[in-house]
């Protein structure tokens, strides 16, 4: 048992599929995932944006291919991203034979909205033949007519009836590498949708409240609803939808993962509100230190406290900490120990520096137990 069981978070047991090289389910690490918003046939742009999103440490990126232009850019976007790439599919069948061999890894579609069955088993055999992953996107915006007509409204049964029927339709043509989404931008109904399904099937979840707004309203509602699942255990990988650039979705996601312990990147920041206590000015501090620090990957932690209240103790839990003092003269920590102080006017700088050497610290110990293990 844990020595800290009220932090343990049990993992719903998945099948695990494959996007490309990262592995989706079965107990892998919970991946964090965006979409890029330029036009897709402006191959530079959207690279560019790829790249970015992958500095920020995104897993895999999805693109949108709405028509011929779409799929023809998509082989070289394929071949210049650093990680797998989904083709965005909604209606028409051809888009996603010509995604799948472009290269993608994955097919974002709804088996039920792309005609004949037939058409279906010709997606399902260019998955198969090409490698491709699909998944099954159900939107509580875009549910089919009958299911609204059989219970009146959006709910949390008539999205899981959904997902099932899209699920059947590739499981009647032996496909079996998928994953699943039932979004809704009603925090209430998301939840108790991948609630239901999560007991009703085996496959990889991927969690999303879809249209959740801008960066601070999204961001709560995205970590509300995909926070009390992934707590829970449920949950393969995640899409935080922001009216937001798509780097800023996976700044968050990874937030979210932090927070909850099932995954951590870059620097953890402890930081006070501040108060007329305050020895510096801990807002413009941190949100300077959170811009300077995005290019550490290292997992670490950082506290950033205004005065000695509660500064100390915070201290003593993270790798390097500030507390304010009297006079622009501030205590530093290492390791949870008073080390030294710093003046007013060289804090920011100092504690980059301190952050930078720590993470070098870390990756050198990792690397040299990792090749002591070999």
């Known amino acids: 048992m844990s020595i800290r069981p009220w932090r343990d978070i049990t993992r719903r047991e998945s099948r695990q599929i494959m996007v490309g090289n990262v592995p989706v389910g079965g107990g892998a690490p919970v991946t964090v995932q965006t979409m890029t918003n330029t036009p897709t046939e402006d191959v530079r742009a959207t690279v560019d944006q790829i790249r970015r999103c ?35 599919i909604h209606f028409h069948y051809k888009r996603a034979l010509e995604a799948a061999d472009a290269g993608a890894a994955c ?35 875009s549910l089919e007519k009958d299911l609204l007509e059989k219970y009146g409204e959006p709910c949390p049964e008539a999205l899981v009836e959904s997902a099932l029927d899209h699920i059947k339709l590739l499981q009647d043509h032996d496909f079996h590498e998928y994953k699943v989404a039932v979004k809704a931008s009603d925090v209430f109904l ?17 969690l999303g409240i879809t249209e959740a707004g801008g960066l601070i309203g999204g961001t709560v509602k995205s970590s509300i609803g995909m926070g009390s699942l992934l707590w829970f255990g449920i ?13 800023e979705e996976v700044r968050v996601g990874f937030e979210i993962l932090k927070a909850l312990g099932i995954r951590n990147r870059g620097v953890r920041v402890v930081s006070c509100p501040s108060c007329a206590r305050q020895g510096f000015d801990v807002i413009r501090t941190v949100q300077t230190l959170e811009e300077r620090l995005q290019h550490i990957r290292t997992p670490m932690s950082l506290s950033v406290l205004g005065c000695v209240v509660n500064g100390p103790g915070e201290a003593r839990e993270t790798d ?32 980059v520096r301190l952050v930078e050497a720590k993470a070098a610290e870390i990756e050198a110990r990792d690397a040299a137990a990792a090749l002591a293990a070999e």
């Open 190 to 206: 998301a939840v108790a949708a991948y609630q239901q399904l999560a007991d009703a099937v085996d496959c990889p979840l991927h």
């Open 107 to 141: 097919l974002r579609i709804n088996p039920g909205n792309i005609g004949s069955s037939e058409r279906v088993a010709e997606v399902v055999r260019a998955a198969k033949a090409n490698g491709c992953a699909i998944r099954i996107g159900v939107n509580a915006g």
């Open 54 to 88: 992958e500095d920020a440490g995104a897993d895999i990126v999805r693109v949108s291919c709405p028509d011929v232009a779409s799929t023809t850019a998509l082989r070289q976007i394929v071949r210049a991203a650093t990680v797998p790439i989904v083709a965005d």
């Open 320 to 351: 390097i900490g500030i507390t304010g003092g009297g006079n622009g003269r501030h205590m530093v920590y290492l390791s949870g120990v008073t080390d030294h102080h710093v003046q007013d006017a060289d804090m920011v700088e100092h504690i």
């Open 235 to 247: 949950g393969d990988t995640i899409r935080v939808s922001l009216s937001a650039e798509p780097e």
